[in-house]
């Protein structure tokens, strides 16, 4: 009976291989270009979510500020609304101009829908459809 010869064990590192299917073809690089890619189009979707959620936050911040200007006015003018946000504006009630973030000017209802002893309050949101589904209110 003849003796069969023991074969040497290697250990190969993942690097020290013949490569894969992608370095065969000459393409070892694909990996990298689809890995920066990706990255790039999932930083392009963050930055215009944080994009958009930053205008929200801005234009609930100018919502507050001239919601007091219109409870002040309101006050002064026996619960009356005034003719439009400018007016707010040219009676020195709110010192910033009544738009949101996105350039557009908020809207005023009065009497309110919700409250109708009130006011509604709104911005037509980013897409700047009037009553959108993203409006900020």
């Known amino acids: 009976m003849a003796r069969r010869r023991q074969r040497e064990t290697t250990i190969w590192f993942p690097w020290e291989r013949g490569g894969g299917i992608l370095r065969g073809r000459g393409m070892a690089r694909a990996k990298l270009v689809g890995l920066a890619l990706g990255m790039a189009t999932l930083l392009l ?29 309101r006050a002064d003018h026996e619960r009356k609304c005034p ?13 910033i101009d ?12 009065c009497p309110g829908q919700k409250d109708p002893e009130g006011y509604d309050l709104t911005s037509d949101g980013p897409d700047g459809e009037i009553g959108g589904l993203d409006r900020v209110e």
């Open 45 to 73: 979707l963050l930055g215009a979510r944080e994009r958009r959620k930053t205008g929200v936050r801005s234009t609930m911040a100018t919502i507050s500020v001239v919601r007091t200007g219109l409870d002040a006015y």
């Open 83 to 95: 003719p439009s946000l400018d007016a707010l504006k040219a009676e020195s009630y709110i010192g």
């Open 98 to 109: 009544p738009i949101d973030a996105w350039g557009r000017p908020l809207r005023l209802v």
